[in-house]
């Protein structure tokens, strides 16, 4: 008598057909807003907050936007020119910076050194208004100093910067103001070159840049001077 086994297999399920299991949306929900507060934490808060205190304790004069005082007030920033007008003082670079016209929507006007609206002519070498302005500057420039009609006027003291807010000088720029300051305010021409020569900042790192003068410092320190003359 011959035995016989009965086998059962179990039966075969194919992936292919087999049912994706429901999404939970407030699963997925919960999981981004979870995310989003942790991108808003790190970079939002965490990241701004450190660097805030790492550059407040080793470089606050910086980090407050270079400002510079005169008896507690701050008078400006050494990284943004001012207007300088009068025989007295020493006159910065050009500014090229203009502001909406309040007279006409969707124009504007010359407002020099006007740090909200950084920017230069944007005019080419080639541009005829560009070189009428120079070459009105250079003559002005040659008048306000009592220089020869020939005398070579500085670049920078008749050209504007790409930002229009230059706070500096060449130091050839300076050296030829220096008569009209001094008669102005009643010094030598010794001890105004003195205080053009306090106020020079050298090459950065030694090698980049050129010598330059922060005229707001060097129109500061003149002030300074003749209030202590005074007293």
């Given at each position: 008598?011959?035995?016989?086994?009965?086998?059962?297999?179990?039966?075969?399920?194919?992936?292919?057909?087999?049912?994706?299991?429901?999404?939970?949306?407030?699963?997925?929900?919960?999981?981004?807003?979870?995310?989003?507060?942790?991108?808003?934490?790190?970079?939002?808060?965490?990241?701004?907050?450190?660097?805030?205190?790492?550059?407040?304790?080793?470089?606050?004069?910086?980090?407050?936007?270079?400002?510079?005082?005169?008896?507690?007030?701050?008078?400006?920033?050494?990284?943004?020119?001012?207007?300088?007008?009068?025989?007295?003082?020493?006159?910065?670079?050009?500014?090229?910076?203009?502001?909406?016209?309040?007279?006409?929507?969707?124009?504007?006007?010359?407002?020099?050194?006007?740090?909200a609206q950084s920017g230069g002519s944007n005019q080419g070498g080639t541009h005829k208004d560009?070189?009428?302005?120079?070459?009105?500057?250079?003559a002005q420039y040659r008048a306000d100093n009592a220089l020869a009609t020939d005398a070579v006027?500085?670049?920078?003291?008749?050209?504007?910067?790409?930002?229009?807010?230059?706070?500096?000088?060449?130091?050839?720029?300076?050296?030829?103001?220096?008569?009209?300051?001094?008669?102005a305010r009643k010094l030598t021409p010794e001890q105004v070159r003195q205080m053009v020569a306090?106020?020079?900042?050298?090459?950065?790192?030694?090698?980049?840049?050129?010598?330059?003068?922060?005229?707001?410092?060097?129109?500061?320190?003149?002030?300074?001077?003749?209030?202590?003359?005074?007293?």
């Open positions: 008598m011959k035995s016989s086994s009965l086998s059962i297999s179990a039966p075969v399920v194919s992936t292919a057909d087999a049912e994706p299991s429901p999404v939970s949306w407030g699963r997925l929900v919960a999981s981004s807003v979870r995310a989003a507060v942790a991108v808003m934490l790190v970079g939002g808060i965490a990241y701004p907050l450190a660097t805030t205190g790492v550059a407040q304790a080793l470089l606050p004069y910086a980090a407050n936007g270079s400002m510079v005082e005169r008896n507690g007030l701050v008078m400006g920033s050494a990284l943004i020119g001012q207007q300088f007008a009068g025989a007295s003082y020493f006159h910065g670079r050009p500014s090229a910076t203009v502001a909406p016209d309040p007279d006409k929507e969707g124009s504007s006007i010359a407002a020099p050194y006007n740090a560009l070189a009428d302005t120079v070459a009105a500057r250079v006027v500085p670049v920078d003291a008749v050209t504007a910067s790409a930002s229009g807010l230059d706070p500096h000088i060449s130091v050839a720029n300076a050296l030829l103001q220096v008569p009209r300051v001094a008669q306090q106020s020079t900042q050298g090459r950065t790192f030694g090698l980049l840049g050129e010598p330059r003068v922060n005229v707001l410092r060097l129109n500061m320190a003149l002030d300074a001077q003749q209030t202590a003359a005074k007293e």
